[in-house]
């Protein structure tokens, strides 16, 4: 819908914001002094309006998390009313809105996933479900895949295969990195996707016998990589990363904090393969992101670990009403408004041939992947070479127009290196999605300026 433009008196209130942020918000990410957050005055479904009054389309979700929209009623009611009930209780209790979500996502979750820790969000989710596993296992290496991002605490920042990981890495973590596949920018030197996905898996057993089996307690993969590029993974791998962590005794962890909860157009990206992890860390779009919450869903055999032995872990705000109320609402507005229907549909129909068709016409596009509403947008500055627009781990001065040009015209982009992402609400409208592609079109023009080879 268009929605009501603020206020004046909404517009001051913002501009006030902005100033006091600038004295006192210290921004994650960030030099401090290099940084100009834009304010947001008000959001309502798939607008937001910014510090000037100036409406986005917002295609980015936020960072991926508001996957139905910003204040949808049903869930912000759902909020008021357990508010009005009862704002908070100790993990140790039990609660009606945090069984009611346990046992959604016990529901939704594959296979026997059927039990539920709760935390604040994803890296703690990541984390415990490491801890789980190597408690489950008496192991302690961890592997996880280069091109990956799972959280910003001390484990999961060092179980990230990114260049955010460099600074924070002090070497202590037990977690070693392998390459998934990733056929544009193939380590194995593969053609084909076959030969990726095999080089792949070989690669992997590799790197299993060599760390020695029994040293290594779990495998940590996002099943559909995100902030990294929206890797899909080819036919056949996700099932023999299955085969293979079962045939050394180690844990599938699979993190689903951005690419669960309807993302990739099924309620589990593992669903696309009929693949079940014996543990799922979730957050992001659990709830839209309207109150803070991740979790771990937990097999049979991990969970009997614990039925004699305490888990020695927790957190005060594990399972926190207000968040499981949202997430009750969340999950249940999904499910009855067809949300992730429309995610698949308008993914395949609309999404998909407009980004096959940027390829075709500019020259910045690499490549363009990605399902449902997940896609990624590759730009270059070469395409023979693959030289990335931006170089990987840094900003660069042609993303910088890329994404100044998308805010000027009424798109909130999602940029990250050299990629555009196209990560809007899963229920957006068909002529939203048509008009923030549209935008899209044009900024690539932008980027096709800075194109070394024509
Ligand atoms: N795992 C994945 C795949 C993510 O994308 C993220 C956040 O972007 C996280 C974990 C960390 O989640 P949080 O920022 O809620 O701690």
Do not use: C, Q
């Given at each position: 819908g268009a929605g009501t433009a603020p206020t004046e008196a909404e517009l001051a209130a913002g501009r006030r914001a902005h100033e006091l942020d600038r004295a006192h918000v210290f921004h994650s990410w960030s030099a401090q002094d290099k940084i100009n957050p834009m304010t947001v005055v008000k959001a309502e479904g798939t607008r937001l309006w910014d510090g000037e009054g100036r409406r986005l389309l917002d295609f980015s979700s936020q960072l991926v998390n508001t996957n139905i929209g910003h204040q949808h009623p049903k869930v912000v009611a759902a909020i008021q009313e357990q508010a009005g009930k009862l704002c908070t209780i100790a993990p140790q209790h039990a609660n009606d809105a945090r069984s009611e979500a346990a046992r959604l996502i016990a529901g939704l979750t594959?296979?026997?996933?059927?039990h539920v820790f709760f935390t604040n969000g994803g890296a703690d989710a990541v984390e415990h479900a490491i801890r789980m596993a190597r408690l489950h296992t008496g192991r302690k290496k961890v592997l996880s895949a280069y091109r990956s991002y799972h959280g910003g605490t001390h484990l999961a920042i060092n179980a990230t295969?990114?260049?955010?990981?460099i600074p924070n890495?002090?070497?202590?973590?037990g977690v070693v990195h392998f390459f998934a596949p990733f056929?544009?920018?193939s380590y194995f030197h593969a053609a084909t996707e076959a030969e990726e996905t095999e080089r792949a898996l070989r690669h992997l057993e590799d790197v299993i016998q060599l760390e020695g089996a029994a040293n290594i307690a779990a495998l940590l993969l996002e099943s559909v990589p995100g902030t990294a590029g929206?890797?899909?993974?080819?036919?056949g791998y996700m099932a023999g990363v299955r085969e293979l962590t079962r045939k050394y005794g180690i844990m599938y962890i699979a993190d689903?904090?951005?690419?669960?909860?309807?993302?990739?157009?099924?309620?589990?990206?593992?669903d696309h393969w009929d693949v079940v992890p014996d543990l799922l860390a979730f957050a992001?779009?659990?709830?839209?992101?309207y109150v803070p919450l991740g979790g771990v869903a937990i097999s049979g055999a991990v969970f009997d670990t614990f039925r004699e032995r305490a888990y020695p872990g927790g957190l005060t705000?594990?399972?926190?009403p207000l968040a499981c109320a949202a997430a009750v609402a969340t999950i249940n507005a999904m499910a009855d408004e067809g949300m992730i229907e429309n995610a698949a549909d308008l993914g395949e129909r609309v999404v998909r041939p407009a980004l096959e068709d940027f390829a075709a016409r500019h020259?910045?596009?690499g490549e363009v992947r990605g399902v449902g509403m997940f896609w990624a947008i590759e730009l270059v500055k070469d395409r023979g070479t693959r030289e990335p627009l931006a170089p990987y781990g840094s900003s660069s001065q042609a993303m910088d127009a890329v994404v100044a040009f998308c805010k000027e015209n009424g798109l909130l982009p999602f940029a990250n290196f050299n990629r555009l992402h196209v990560v809007p609400?899963?229920?957006?409208?068909e002529e939203d999605l048509r008009e923030g592609l549209a935008i899209l079109d044009r900024a690539l023009d932008v980027a096709d300026g800075f194109v070394d080879a024509p």
């Open positions: 594959p296979g026997d996933l059927d295969g990114d260049p955010r990981r890495d002090y070497g202590d973590s056929l544009y920018r929206i890797m899909v993974p080819p036919a689903e904090v951005m690419a669960g909860f309807g993302r990739t157009g099924k309620w589990f990206a593992v992001k779009g659990v709830n839209s992101g705000y594990s399972g926190h020259p910045s596009v609400a899963l229920n957006i409208s």
